[in-house]
């Protein structure tokens, strides 16, 4: 392992963004003063009355939700997205804006109130995956929808606002930011190399062995070189695929292991309900030829160096760029102790 990046200050260049994000081993060992957050050690029931995810309960929209025995998907009463937005420009010199329709749906991961994914065993959080899958397709299929964004808040350190166990998917007629920014970088490799990105880049993490967590027949765990959270992991197929509906029964499986594997270390890290927020990157529903993609799911946790010790994103991220103390093969290391 080079010992100039364990050390000294510098900066990794995030290959699936095209930015840079500054590393600082060196600040690892400054003393804390800063806020220090209270973990939860709320026990929480099975089934919550006053809930409005729990199965059998009604949500402030007036619905009620079905005694559901498994994951159960709805459209969002709160939607950030409207599916019937009117179609318009607004283009004024530098005042620009445009109209963006789109439809957002809740995921219930289970009827257990109490467990998060890290709880719940490999067969149920591999019919979350299904359903990720059957929303991806349906989602997809729609008129105007070229892009679906799932993706899982865990943690009121991460804004969620209900502790049901739950995800979103928010689907829109273009793509976001972030996921053009890895289409573009994809592409130009796969036009210049006729192969994936992420593919070749896998292949020479699992060479290296410096920053994998956790590996089956399938899939990878590891914290990407560029990691710009303390404990930020990324769980891809090892085999190119574009999007979650191209596996098949047993790479499910071995998905929702991957997920079961991750979630469960980070609890054990810092002997808490590890925050975070994971996503799934993966090809637009666009109609359109995306072989270049490699889909991938990130994990993206705040703590720092306890369960009550929280990563701000401030001064110098918010006016320079990212910037992390713990080097990447640190935390590698760190969560896969807790395997």
Known sequence: MNTELQDYSHKRFNILTGEWVLVSPHRAKRPWQGQEETPSTEKRPTHDESCYLCAGNTRISGDVNPNYTGPFVFTNDFAALQKDSPDFNFNDGLFKAESEKGICRVICFSPDHSKSLAEMSVPNIQKVVDTWIKEYKNLGNNEGINYVQIFENKGAVMGCSNPHPHGQIWSQSSLPNEVQKKDTQQKNYFTENKSSLLETYIEEELNKDERIIFKNDDFVVFVPFWAIWPFEAMIAPINQQSSISEMNA???????????????????????????????????????????WHWHMSFYPPLLRSATVKKFMVGYEMFGSPQRDITAEGAASRIKNCI
């Open 250 to 292: 047993n790479q499910q499986k071995n998905y929702a292991e991957a997920i079961s594997v991750l979630t469960k270390a980070y609890d054990k890290l810092f002997n808490c309900s590890f925050p975070y927020s994971s996503g799934i990157h993966q090809a637009p529903t666009n109609n359109e030829n995306n072989d270049h």
